[in-house]
């Protein structure tokens, strides 16, 4: 397998999947740029080696073509000015135009073509579709790990058309390194904390891990399914019933693979799902009716810190409560520092999926842990131990 530190661009067209699928507000104007930064050092090192780059991407949800709203063209300028090199912009991503502007391309020049999603081809992962877009490129690299896990032609199939100049950029290494460090390559003891909404969105997740952790911590609104399956009474606080044979089939499993699973011990309740709500601490298993747990209390605080103190490689997915409203927010808090102050001893930690990126940012402590997965789904996908077609793609020699 090809690797980008390995590899000369000299003289060569750098077809570059990134992921700038970034929010724009009314007047078009990005409103963050973290996106379009993390992608930077695989673009220098394309151009640095004396090569040029044709950089495409998605953004948002375009139904039916062109859309002004969703137009690359909208971030020409922000990516020109973090580069420090004047982006090239084609209107369209395979017309004989923009094949034209790519052959024509000097060393050091960078094109940015069109919203690849106006074309349904895209999502379709159709192969003619992707060999137009190949045609742009001598050397294909994926770094848009958020679109890994989609069978898409410019995330999947194209990488079929470049058998022996295929690789994956920085960003994306680096997630792969992450996850791998966690599911394969992991020093003990091993925790993961859980967290979020629902079991039935982990579910698969958890089940997995069973095989590679020594601790689960359990937090956020799942708790109650597994308290409930425990025996316990939890008041008014969120239930998926047809899941709570499968909590109890989770906890015997962990039993009989060893894992420790830590389910918060108490909780703070509310009587209602609001930031105004009166509010009292108790017992998870005892949870009065007309209340509800939306955070983990002092005693599951303290419970798993410690723990994560312990810990040599962490996992953080889901916060611990409903940490968007002040009064739910010190378990998902505590917990976070708990994984800064253990990376600082020497810990690794990743935190990924959905809110805990959330969570973590909101706490000012995303450069206090390993690493922050960029890829929602993608890594929730990889986390549930699929393998992602992105992936794939590159990883294996013959792919189509
Ligand atoms: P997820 O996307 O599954 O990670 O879920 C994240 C959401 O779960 C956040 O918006 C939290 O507010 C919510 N959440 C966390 N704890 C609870 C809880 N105890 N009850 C209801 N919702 C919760």
Redesign the pocket.
Known sequence: MQNIDNYSFLGKKALIRVDFNVPLDVNLNVTDNTRIKAAIPTIKKVLSDGGSVILMSHLGRPKNGHEAKFSLSNVVDVVSTLIGVNVKFATDCISEKTLSASNELHPGEILLIENLRFHKEEQQGDKAFAKLLASLGDVYINDAFGTAHRAHASTTVIAQFFPNDKMFGYLIEKEIKSVSKIMNDSEAPITAII????VS??IIIIENLLNKVDTIII???M??TFVKAQGGAVGN??IEKDYIETAKRILEKAKTKNVQILIPVDSVVADA?SNEASTQTCLTNNIPDGF????IGEKAIAENVACILNSKTILW????????MSKFQKGTEEIAKAVAKATSNGAFSLVG????VAAINKFNLANEVSHVSTGGGAMLEYLEGKELPGIAAIQHEHFS
């Open positions: 967290g979020g909404a629902k969105s982990k937090g956020g609104g708790a109650y606080s969120l799902f509800m747990g939306l955070d997915n889901g916060p611990m409560g409903v940490f968007e999926g959905g809110d805990s």
